[in-house]
């Protein structure tokens, strides 16, 4: 269910310009209106409003949220197979296609201009995409579940992180030798 802009629209055109589905039509100074059909509850429309007129579903307003603080793809690169549909259909350009050679995955180049609007989840056929909201993302880059790229278990070269090599227990003639 969409989005809906209330009669106290001023008609700035803020939310229009940032929709990245073109679901919000209206000119200039007048009430704006999201079409159902192509509106996918981002919030990307009530995050910018300057007179907080637009409502969810629940007929709550949508809350206002830094960039850094909205969803954000998490790529996990063993199941994406380097289709780009992400890449081709992010609006932001925010995704690109990186890795060496013929084997490359999605990642978010552009953390900061990703509105958090999940098409990219929503058209990836290989579930390879989920959205975590930056909180969460935060938390799991220092538990070590994410990197700081937030790309699953991959380093900064879209390499998998090597693993540390588990320690050998010590022989017991090493261990007397060093007590002596």
Known sequence: MPH????????????????PTEAI????????????EKCIDCGVCGNVCPVSCIT???????PKKKITDRP???????????????????PENCLEMTGEGNIQ??????EKVCI?????????PHDAITM????????????????QWYIRNAGPDNQPIPQPLPQKPASKSATVEAAT
């Open 72 to 90: 954000r793809p998490v790529i996990d690169k063993v199941n994406c197979t380097g289709c780009t549909y992400c890449v081709d259909y992010c």
């Open 56 to 62: 969810d579903q629940f007929d709550r307003v949508v």
């Open 25 to 36: 039509v209206g000119d200039k100074k007048t009430l704006h209106v999201i079409i159902d």
């Open 4 to 19: 809906f802009i209330h009669d106290t629209c001023i008609g700035c055109t803020a939310c229009a310009t940032k929709c």
């Open 132 to 147: 975590t909201d930056a909180v969460e993302a935060k938390q799991l880059i220092s538990a070590g579940v994410l990197n």
């Open 116 to 124: 958090g609007c999940a098409l990219c989840a929503e058209i990836c």
């Open 105 to 110: 995955v999605s990642t978010l180049v552009r």
